[in-house]
Every structure is written in C-alpha cells, then in structure tokens.
C-alpha cells in the first residue's frame, strides 16, 4: 500500500467531512472562475461591440451615455440632434457610412429603435458579418409600418412574422402608453449576440412621426451611427475636434471601444472588490481543509502512532497529511468546475438577457490553468500545520500505556 | 538462551529514564548486559510497570536509550538517528502489542499490506500466505471490528511477520484473550516465528503463558532499576 494509497483510505474513511470540505473549497474555486472569466470575457466582450461602427454623434452630453443608448440599447438618450447636423457627417469625406437611429417607444419593455435600412444592409456587425433575416422575412419598407425583430425579442415576446402589435410610449413599459399606429413584423433577425438582437426595428420615420410625439421628433434622430473610411487615420481625430472641441451643441463619441473602457476603470473597484471576496471566500474555504484536518489529529494520533511503530518514519507520516490536504483541495477543483459551469451558464444568460452581449463561458482562459494549481498548492498549505502535529506524534506514548 | 552460537540481539549498560510530572527523573530501564540468539524464543517474566514495554520499544528503536548500547545483527542501533531506527524498524523488527494495535479502518489484508508498505513493499501473496498459516484465509476482507478477539489476535501475528523480520517481540501478546485463545495463540506465534525464521522476545506477567516456554528469564534480574539511585 502507497502513501498515495493511504491518503486515499483515510478520505474514504472520513468521507462525510472530506466530501464537506471538498464542497466548501468548490464553492470557493467555482466562484473565483466565474468572477475572473465574466470580468475578463465582460470587459473584452464590451469594448469590443460596436455594432460595426467607430463613433457615435449625439446630443451634448455623457459620450458613455451616448454609447450605452445608441450602440447597448441601454440608458436614455441625451437629446436629440438635428436632421442637418446627420446630413453634414453624412456628407463628410472621411465618413463612409452614418445611420441615424431614433428612440423614444417600446414594446412590453423592449426598446423599439427607428432607423434607416442602411443598418442591415452597408454596415458589417463583425467583420464580414451582416445581418441576416430568418426564413421568409423581409426587412421593413420606410414607407410602411412594418418591424424586423430582434432574435432575443421575438424568443422572448413569441413575435413572428406576420405578427401586428401597438408600441408604447417611452423605454418603460406603461401600458397607459399605447399608440394607436400598429406594426406589422415583416422579419425576424438571426441571432448576431450583440445587442441589436435585444431591439425591436422600424423605419426612423415611425418613430419620428409616432402619435403623441412632439413636432420637433420629425426633423431629428436621437444619434448618428458613424462609420469612419478605412485608412483615413485622422478622421476620427478631426472630428473629435470639430465636435467636441470647436462645436458646443454635440458629442462625438469615438472611439467606442475606448469609451466603453472608460465605463469599466470606472467600476473597477468593484470588480476588485469582488476579486477580493472571491479570493477570501478561498481563504476561508483553505481554513476549513486546515481546521477539518486538525480536528480530527487527536482521533488519528493512535493510528500515526501505529504507522510509525510498522517503520513509517516521521516524514511519511507527516506527507500523508500534506498529500490528504491537497488532495481534498484537488477533488473540491474538480467538483468546483462543476460549479462554476452552473454558475457561469447562469450569469451568461442573465447579462444576454440584460445587454444582448453574449460571453463565451467555456472559452479557454488562462485562469483554468492557474486557479486549479493555487488552490491545491493552497490545500497544501493548508495540511501543513496538522502535518506538524503528525510529525511530533510521540509514537511510545500513543501506542501503548508505558509498564 | 541461545539456541546457536550467532548472536542477535546485544545489549549493553542501557538506561533510559523518564520526567515524571513533578519534574523528578525516573529510570525505568537499567539493563547492564542482555544478549538474544538468532531464532531463538525468550520470554521475559515481570509484572505490569516494571519497564517491558520500554526495554521493548528501546530494542526496537521507537525509543532511544539515555546511555548504552543495543547491537542488532552487528549493528548499533542505539547510534542511529530517528530515521535510521525507522528503517531498521521496518526491515527488522515484528512487533506484536497486548492491544494488538490493528488499524480499525482496515481490512485484515491491507492490515498485513500496511507492515509491508513501509519495509519490504507489498505483497499480496505473501501477506495471503501469512493469514492463511493464522488461519484467516476466509477473512481477508474483514475489518478488525468484525473478528473476534482471538482473530483479531492472529491478524496482529500475520502483520508482525510482514516484512519477514529477524526479530519479533510479543507485548503481554495474550493479555486480552481467554486462556483457551491464550493457549492457542501463543502456540501460533512461536509456530509462526519458527516457520520464518525469527527470534521471538516475549514479555508477560502470565505464569501460565511463561510455563509454555523453555526458556524464561525474570525480567527484574534483567533491569536493574531497584538498585539504582537516580538524581534528580
């Protein structure tokens, strides 16, 4: 019988507090994964949606709030901005592509956005991925109410085509707040798992000229989606200058991904402090491997005693401690990726549902590696004092009452 | 004593003492000289606290002796260092207990495989082998809890000679057992030493389990504790 063999036996018999343990320390190592893969994949996942735009132009304001509303769906908008000022980034040489987007209804809380077909079809969500319709869908015709659904709405609301529903008023729902315009959903859009999926689209000038909007709402768009031409390096700067350096009635939001940056330093104390409890929730889940192992010294000093009588020497006696803490540890990393699936395949949805951004849960990271490594070597540590008192097990003394 | 002229088991002048609570020191083995034959069988006479078990755990090399020296196949044990003892231990020694020390959350196979693992390896025939000659050959899987005292006994006796040992010593070997089983056991341990070869030291306090020997030494003419005066 190996040593490998005795650590075994001794966590066969004292399965119920090995199995405890083990379940504590998978809890601990579960939640680590999770909240280092949603932090990291979050972070790379939102800096790097930008709907296949580079900027956003909007009202004066927040360039966060600006991208949150016009590219996450999320947030209000910060005003509006006048038909002329879409049509002057429009007409710029540097702009390839500029789609206006209004928003001001919702369908049962989801988002209805007006824009132009130019959205679906000259702009790339991805690089060389367009939107796509599902079978039989048609996109909308300006000149008709008619709606392209998102894939997440149309799952969750059961919407298809030839479907007719009445928006409402506002980004809250307030069933109050019913229009009279009904819409006819003429497609439904494959899955993109970015946030368009998350919206519900029509022709801009429904949204403009919706009953009970005001009569400004026909002659301008909450925001202009800004696409800049390849190679033109300094576009984005001079227009960053124009707009928001020389101009005082818009923002220029560019780039995108920068400004999303922005919103995650700005929250970064709270994904430390998760971090932080993460990694205490180990620290306490080590402890337990410690205190589950050193309790039960007393019981197993007779049996060390015994071990060392047979000609094991101190060394041995005291790696079987070492090798049982971290094997605890090893079985409760292996049951905590477990945990993490469940748990991650929870958060995945919850932030899908929330923002339309879809994270890749099982995708390799280099937490994978190094979690399982820190949390058995922690184990490890963890046996070392039990391992001490092992190690001192005065062998005469436990085996037999001296004559 | 001796049954043939090689010498096994040396012992010289040893003494070891203890720290009794009071702080005082108290010599519990005093033994100027002790010799064991190669194969021979010894048993020891003398009552509980007279200081066996010490002078037992002290030729095993569990403890170490204040002064003198103990030579074991020419060896000097007493020299070696807690590591070393472990060793010789392991590859020598068979030591059988009064409370047979068997570990509860084992079978009685991988009790036998257990003595082996830290000496010679594991064996599986050879650990069979050794609960079949103690007549176990039917209860290799049990645990200790569900032999009889007397069985749980012979397991003791089979792990003993696990590692093939030069020496077994017997603690109060059927202090725990009626004198039917008492009988039958002793004969099995002497049997068993026989068969493999290895000198067998018994302590007992039992006249009826000394009356079996044909050669017994009182153990207080051996340790000479009484006549000696210890400072404190």
């Keep these: 019988m190996s040593i490998v063999g005795i650590v075994l036996h001794s966590l066969r018999q004292h399965a119920l507090s090995t199995a405890v343990t083990a379940a504590s320390v998978a809890l601990a190592g579960g939640l680590l994964l999770t909240v280092w893969v949603v932090k990291t994949q979050a972070q790379a996942a939102f800096t790097g949606v930008n709907a296949g735009f580079d900027a956003v132009l909007g009202a004066r304001g927040s360039k966060l709030q600006l991208v949150l509303n016009a590219i996450f769906h999320l947030e209000s908008s910060p005003g509006n901005v006048a038909w002329q000022d879409f049509l002057d980034v429009q007409s710029n040489l540097d702009v390839e592509l500029a789609v206006p987007i209004a928003v001001g209804d919702n369908y049962h809380g989801w988002r209805i956005v007006g824009t132009t077909p130019d959205l679906f079809l000259k702009s790339e969500y991805a690089p060389g991925k367009k939107f796509e319709l599902r079978l039989g869908g048609n996109w909308f015709d300006p000149a008709r109410r008619s709606a392209v659904v998102g894939s997440f709405v149309a799952e969750k609301m059961k919407l298809k085509i030839g479907d007719k529903f009445h928006p409402f008023h506002g980004l809250v729902f307030d069933e109050q707040m019913q229009h009279s315009e009904t819409y006819v959903v003429v497609g439904v859009l494959?899955?993109?798992?970015?946030?368009?999926?998350?919206?519900?689209?029509?022709?801009?000038?429904?949204?403009?000229?919706?009953?009970?909007?005001?009569?400004?709402?026909?002659?301008?768009?909450?925001?202009?989606?800004?696409?800049?031409?390849?190679?033109?390096?300094?576009?984005?700067?001079?227009?960053?200058?124009?707009?928001?350096?020389?101009?005082?009635?818009?923002?220029?939001?560019?780039?995108?991904?920068?400004?999303?940056?922005?919103?995650?330093?700005?929250?970064?104390?709270?994904?430390?402090?998760?971090?932080?409890?993460?990694?205490?929730?180990?620290?306490?889940?080590?402890?337990?491997?410690?205190?589950?192992?050193?309790?039960?010294?007393?019981?197993?000093?007779?049996?060390?005693?015994?071990?060392?009588?047979?000609?094991?020497?101190?060394?041995?006696?005291?790696?079987?401690?070492?090798?049982?803490?971290?094997?605890?540890?090893?079985?409760?990393?292996?049951?905590?990726?477990?945990?993490?699936?469940?748990?991650?395949?929870?958060?995945?949805?919850?932030?899908?549902?929330?923002?339309?951004?879809?994270?890749?849960?099982?995708?390799?990271?280099?937490?994978?590696?190094?979690?399982?490594?820190?949390?058995?070597?922690?184990?490890?540590?963890?046996?070392?004092?039990?391992?001490?008192?092992?190690?001192?097990?005065?062998?005469?003394?436990?085996?037999?009452?001296?004559? | 004593m001796k049954t043939n002229d090689s010498v096994l088991l040396q012992i010289d002048g040893l003494q070891k003492s203890f720290i009794a609570p009071g702080g005082a020191s108290n010599r519990i083995v005093n033994v100027p000289e002790f010799s064991l034959a190669a194969g021979a069988q010894l048993a020891l006479a003398g009552e509980s606290g007279s200081g066996k078990t010490t002078l037992l755990n002290l030729i095993a090399g569990i403890l170490k002796p204040d002064t003198g020296r103990i030579l074991f196949n020419g060896m000097a044990v007493s020299e070696f260092g807690e590591s070393r003892r472990d060793r010789f231990r392991a590859h020598n020694i068979g030591y059988i207990f009064q409370t047979f020390n068997l570990l509860q959350g084992y079978t009685c196979l991988e009790n036998v495989l257990l003595g082996m693992s830290f000496g010679q390896g594991a064996d599986h025939m050879f650990a069979e082998n050794l609960l079949k000659l103690v007549g176990l050959e039917g209860r290799l899987q049990y645990r200790p809890s569900q032999l009889s005292t007397g069985q749980q006994q012979r397991v003791a006796v089979a792990r003993a000679l696990a590692n093939r040992p030069k020496l077994v010593l017997a603690d109060e070997p059927t202090g725990n057992l009626d004198r039917k089983n008492s009988v039958a056991a002793l004969a099995l341990i002497r049997e068993a030493c026989r068969e493999n070869g290895a000198a067998l030291l018994l302590v007992s306090h039992d006249s009826e389990v000394l009356g079996q020997f044909d050669d017994t030494q009182d153990f207080a003419k051996i340790n000479q504790v009484a006549t000696v005066e210890v400072p404190v």
């Excluded at chain 1, 994904?271 to 197993?300: C, F, G, K, P």
Aim: aromatic share 8%; glycine share 8%.
């Design chain 1, 190 to 403: 494959k899955p993109s798992n970015t946030p368009v999926d998350r919206v519900i689209w029509i022709p801009l000038e429904g949204v403009q000229r919706m009953s009970g909007h005001g009569a400004q709402a026909d002659t301008a768009v909450s925001a202009v989606l800004v696409k800049l031409k390849a190679g033109s390096a300094l576009a984005g700067f001079q227009l960053d200058t124009l707009y928001n350096k020389q101009g005082n009635r818009l923002t220029f939001a560019w780039p995108i991904g920068r400004v999303v940056a922005e919103l995650f330093d700005k929250i970064g104390w709270f994904d430390r402090v998760l971090t932080l409890v993460a990694w205490l929730v180990a620290l306490v889940a080590t402890s337990s491997i410690l205190a589950s192992i050193y309790n039960s010294m007393n019981e197993r000093r007779r049996e060390l005693a015994i071990f060392r009588a047979l000609g094991a020497r101190r060394t041995t006696v005291s790696s079987v401690i070492v090798l049982e803490a971290a094997t605890i540890s090893a079985l409760g990393v292996i049951v905590g990726f477990g945990f993490y699936v469940g748990l991650i395949s929870i958060v995945t949805r919850i932030i899908r549902s929330q923002t339309g951004v879809v994270l890749e849960p099982f995708a390799f990271d280099p937490v994978m590696l190094w979690e399982p490594v820190v949390f058995v070597a922690l184990g490890a540590l963890a046996g070392i004092v039990p391992a001490i008192k092992a190690y001192r097990t005065d062998v005469a003394q436990n085996l037999t009452p001296r004559s």
